[in-house]
């Protein structure tokens, strides 16, 4: 490994403002764990006594305001550094709101566990969260019983439990696996059966784990049925969280742009359910390859390598956007530098995620050059020679989008955001996980 100069560095002006410098990535890397697999596995853990020995949890911002919910909830979870342990039992009413930060996650998935288990608890956020909508998954969890209170539809919300069970038949009306999850874990912890017809295909994290953990799960991308009752509750059992696929995801993409890239980025979740961008960019033209392809609790992950290829432009349709649906920033970075007009659609839920997702891709490409037509749920790139922006990018405090910031500098750079401090939300060290990557030459 040879060093460069850094590529990245702290803006003098800017306070936490990061600029993103061009250059290739080369070698291989581990990513942390699953932020979506790793909130599952502590709530998972709530449930029954027996111990549950976690390793691998995702180290960011929102899976800590998920332990420190459940904690507050009664739950006992103790951390040392390598291994996270999680002992349930009955749990409590908290002595506060429970304060779920950034994470709509953390709010949507706890807000199940509350009504199923029935418990009252009050549940908040920070600025951003308490602009995301509750009322999809509040609707369906009144259904169930429960009596939940929004302010309009947002945080803050109250929700007190479900002393008598009604629905245990839904039909999920927004593809979201937030929601799927919130009835289904809120069928767990009232011990009664659910079905949840009309998934779209939305990941499927909840479903696998409560099968890897002895629950009686069924689902076929569709429908899922969960019959509580029998499983891991008399057990300790243990789950190994894999890598996070939507933190592979930009240096996936960041190699695939950038010219003489090569990397492989190890152990990472690929759940198909998850791996939409691999699709997209492979009938991009992008040389993406999977190496020893096995099951870690109850997951498939792999080893991903990623060379640099020529790309040329596609049209992603609703389904296979639901399967990435975090990384449609990427797709359309990935579309900034392909030949031809990218057109994606079905992504209106991008509209209402930590940032509306769909202005920041267009303030990204704008900033480039590229020229992208927005629709209220699409987007149309037309792909060109992405130029160095002239202006700081602005990243509403949105992880996702600061990282996409950084894979777009890796290629058209140099690229300043005006803060970098969102990405401890999932991934705490990315900026030098990147800065490896980029320094070393093969
Ligand atoms: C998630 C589901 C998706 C995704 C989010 C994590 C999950 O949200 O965007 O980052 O862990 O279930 P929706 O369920 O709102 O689509």
Known sequence: ????SLSISKSPMLGDGMTFHPGPLCGELDVPGDKSISHRALIAGAFGGALLRITNLNPGRDVRATREALIALGVRIAADGRETTVRGGALREPAGVLDCMNSGSTARMLLGVCAGAGVHAGFDGDR?????????????????GARIDTTEGHLPVKCRG???????????????AQVKSALLFAGLFAGV??????????????ERLLRYLGLAVEWDGRSITLAPGSGRQSRESRIEVAGDFSAAAFFIT????????????????????RTGLLDVLREMGARIELRNERSVS???????GVTYAPLHATAVGPELALRAIDEIPLIAIAAAFADGSTTISGIGELRTKESDRIAAIERLLQAVSIEAQVQTAGLTIRGGKPSPPQATIATDDDHRIAMAGAVLGCAAGPLTIDSGQSVDVSFPGFAQALETLQSERV
């Open 254 to 273: 960041a190699a695939a742009v950038t010219p003489r890239s090569s990397i492989v980025i190890r152990r990472a979740g690929v759940n198909p359910t």
């Open 1 to 4: 490994m040879m060093m460069d």
């Open 162 to 176: 479900t002393p008598e069970i009604q629905t245990r038949r839904f039909i999920l009306l927004s593809p979201s």
């Open 193 to 206: 059966p659910v079905r949840v017809d009309g998934d779209r295909g939305s990941r499927a994290h909840t």
């Open 298 to 304: 109850g997951e498939p992950v792999a080893d991903i």
């Open 128 to 144: 951003s969260l308490r602009q995301r909508p509750m009322e999809p998954v509040a609707a369906q969890l009144r259904a169930f």
